[in-house]
């Protein structure tokens, strides 16, 4: 453990400069500016300090990204390294480095053999902007132009750029900015909710089936691609139940509609195999990545393509009109390699399968099978969600659900716990390397927290 760091400036005086200079994510800003904004200033393993010197337990992994955790030396000395050799590079003018070309032989070594390209970016939601571009370019090469609309789903989530938010599914981003032509969507397996009198393997079926009638809607001559997460993250850590995906896939081969699969949050371990869509069973056709790549000590994303059409792409496409200034960036491409290795060769992502997730997952569900307040408790790996419930058996949830779920988060944040509340689900997931004891004191403490939100609700 080492020392706590000295507060250079005070909080106060830290919160009124931001609130002077920054607008922030998902959040009324003038309600934030009156409340002020913790001010983290320290990451080690699992644990962040703020500073006032409080200690916080990360079960969100920051936003699923830190995998392995804050404070690892090997992620900073291969970017110093980087820094000092080869600040900065790009990939235009028919150049390339070694650093991107190594990262991309580590990566399509842990990728199932059916991909072989990427497009490396700077985030998911460039990933996502590009992946619609290059779903189009791919039709129009193959002489179907028409073949331009994607399908999502409602309350996925893609991003926050234009094309991203328009691709995923939540309607008060759409209100903020719009939407872009030729964007679809369909309904989230989401079977705590939307059951009715089904099995989920049979809601599974109904909601896959509900992307054929769409493509029928729209004429299958007219769709480019389906795109959805293969759980969904932000719209809650939900999970489709095992019917879904196979039937999705079979849709999307029996109709020519490519396959794309939003990894961003699944893949670099989460669900306990490499990419989420492995544990799913489906085999997409594009992958988009970003997050655990680095394990967000830099910023950096990518799409991953198949054989399938990167060689359409490559042979066919003649110039390729895109390109962005940090695209396979040196330093980020150095960090990427140094984090993968570290996930394969300390047998990180083996031991959340086969360990520390079962751990996690039977620890929930012991404490919180039979909680007053939750209905469900889904996930796999180390992601999970509580679902709020007013009663189990009927799956009723509660009106003020939103309200439920903000203010145990909050009791959360109090006890020193930063989890996530979405809708009516309590979400969280540490990073890779969290141990038994992280994890003891992050079901212990979310405990606390939604017995709290319980009794003041009158629930407990």
């Known amino acids: 453990m080492t020392a706590q760091v000295k507060p250079v400036r005070s909080t106060g005086d830290y919160q009124a400069a931001d609130a002077a200079h920054h607008i922030h994510a998902f959040l009324d800003q003038k309600a934030l500016n009156a409340e002020g904004p913790r001010v983290i200033v320290r990451g080690e393993g699992l644990a962040l300090w703020d500073n006032d010197g409080k200690r916080y337990l990360d079960g969100m992994s920051g936003l699923w990204c830190t995998n392995l955790g804050y404070g ?20 235009f003018f028919h150049t390339t480095h070694p650093a991107v070309v190594e990262l991309s032989e580590l990566l399509f070594s842990l990728l199932p053999a059916h991909y072989s390209h990427a497009i490396y970016t700077n985030s998911g939601s460039e990933a996502n902007e590009v992946l619609i571009r290059t779903v189009r370019r791919y039709w129009q090469i193959l002489g179907k132009p028409q073949k331009k609309i994607m399908i999502g789903r409602w309350n996925g989530y893609h991003g926050s750029t234009l094309g991203a938010t328009a691709l995923g599914g939540m309607k008060f981003m759409h209100d903020m900015g ?82 794309c699969a939003d990894e961003v949050i699944g893949g670099f371990g989460r669900t306990g195999e490499w990419f989420a869509h492995q ?19 830099i910023p950096m994303g990518g799409l991953i393509l198949s054989k399938r059409m990167a060689q359409v792409l490559v042979e066919q496409g003649g110039v390729f009109a895109h390109g962005l200034t940090y695209s396979g960036h040196p330093v980020a491409a150095a960090v990427a390699i ?7 060769d300390e047998g990180i992502v083996s031991r959340v399968k086969h360990e520390t997730g079962p751990y996690l997952q039977r620890c929930l569900r012991e404490v919180f099978g039979n909680h007053p307040l939750i209905g469900e408790v ?22 003020n659900e939103n309200d439920m779920a903000w203010r145990c988060r909050t009791l959360g944040f109090e006890e020193g716990l930063i989890i996530r509340s979405t809708l009516g689900r309590m979400i969280m997931a540490p990073a890779l390397v969290a141990s038994h004891a992280d994890i003891d004191e992050l079901v212990d403490k979310t405990r606390t927290a939604v017995d709290r939100t319980a009794r003041e609700f009158g629930r407990l």
């Open 72 to 91: 690892r030396k090997d992620l900073a000395a291969a970017a110093s390294q980087q820094l000092e050799q080869l600040p900065y590079y790009n990939m």
């Open 178 to 259: 719009g939407v872009i032509p030729d964007v679809a969507h369909i309904d989230e397996p989401y079977w705590f909710a939307h059951e009715g009198d089904l099995t989920p393997a049979e809601f599974g079926l109904r909601a896959a089936r509900q992307l054929e009638e769409k493509i029928l809607e729209l004429g299958a001559e007219n769709v480019a691609a389906f795109v959805a997460e293969p759980f969904q993250g932000a719209g809650g850590m939900i999970f489709p139940p095992e019917s879904y995906w196979p039937e999705i896939q079979r849709i999307c081969r029996q109709y020519d509609v490519l396959l």
């Open 279 to 297: 544990h799913f069973g489906f085999e997409p056709d594009t992958l988009s990545i970003a997050k655990g790549l680095t394990s967000g000590y």
């Open 338 to 344: 140094a984090n993968l290795k570290a996930l394969r």
């Open 378 to 399: 889904q996930g796999t790996g180390l992601v999970a969600a509580l679902q709020f419930a007013e009663d189990k058996a009927s799956r009723k949830r509660f009106a």
